[in-house]
């Protein structure tokens, strides 16, 4: 690769840039953006890289990215990303498209046998022995003018991808397992880029010894507080943290008093949003997920001899073809396959029911 280490702050520049990568299949891609006080990302570069040439776009410079954001959603264009789910995320949400194609080189290394959530970072040392500077990790991206150490360290993220997922793919066609990848990576493509607010509610601790009232009270407000802070683009946690959401659901508060009165409830927060948190409450059974709870309430359970014998198989299925079990499959995926549910990463049709359908 030349060194073409290129800052792209201005309408020439980006066409130029556009204009020398126009030959390119595969583009690889990463991002920088700042989201600690944010619902939504900012996003602040668009890090691009060929063969050929690296170069940092300026998202926050009086550009207009519509070009390049239309140039990368072109159908021939597959995107290289290494650990893509929030670069999608943040690219999505200024373009509303996503690449047909995708290869996530962190899904390939995951498929070879490497950690699943493997960084950049000690996945280029480990392939091809190269070290990247990391101590400019915390820096400020909206931050103008940036430091030419921090450009640098934002272009080694894109730099060696090429040449990383050219070794990748060999060893996947060695082992046959480009199939693989590709339906892994479209999986990714499939998923939510914004967290449901069903899958956040299951994720809050000591929700299953819940009743189920106060579950589907725990729901209501999970789905107000999405709401609001996307409304606000403030941090769901600034709005109102998981424990104080729970300990509203458990209390199901019907007047201000009744709010004002919960443990550690801020004064501001109650005068600001109660009539809205005691609406949230008081419809807690009228909630848009309400199916998706009972559901997996009455969800079948896996008889516990089975699943034990199937998780001793398939640890050593997954040792067999030399991949991490977490690679293969999860606990809950492999309850889905003893009940008959399997959907997902493990439906019947995808490589991992083929690997594992004889076990079950």
Known sequence: MRDTDLLIDNTESLTNLISNTLAETIISLDTEFLRERTYFPQLCLIQVATPQLTACVDCLADLDLQPLLEYLLEPQRIWLLHSARQDLEVIHQ??????????????????????????????????????????????????????????QYALDDVRYLSTLWEILKSELEDRNRLGWLKEDCQLALNAPLVTPAVTLWARLKGLSSMEDNVKYAALSLVEWREKCAQKLNRPRRWILSDVLLLRIAKTLPTTQK????????????????????????????????????QKQLDKPRPDKNKLKQLQDDF??????????????????????????????????GGWRWDVLSDLV
Request: proline residues 5%; glycine residues 6%.
């Open 94 to 151: 200024h373009s509303h498209g996503l690449p047909t194609q995708l290869i996530d080189s962190q899904i390939a290394a995951g498929l070879l046998g490497y950690a699943p959530q493997i960084g950049l970072q000690d996945l280029l040392e480990e392939v091809l022995n190269v070290k990247l500077d990391k101590t400019l990790a915390r820096t400020n991206w909206a931050d103008r003018p940036l430091p030419k150490p921090a450009v």
């Open 258 to 293: 009744n709010l004002s009165s919960i443990a550690e409830m801020p004064q501001r927060l109650a005068e600001r949003f109660g009539t809205e948190i005691l609406a949230a409450a008081a419809n807690h059974d009228q909630s848009e997920e309400i199916s998706s709870i």
């Open 315 to 348: 640890k050593q299925r997954a040792q067999e073809l030399g991949i991490r079990p977490e690679v293969l499959a999860t606990r809950k995926e492999l309850c889905e396959l003893i009940v008959g549910t399997a959907s997902g990463r493990v439906a019947k």
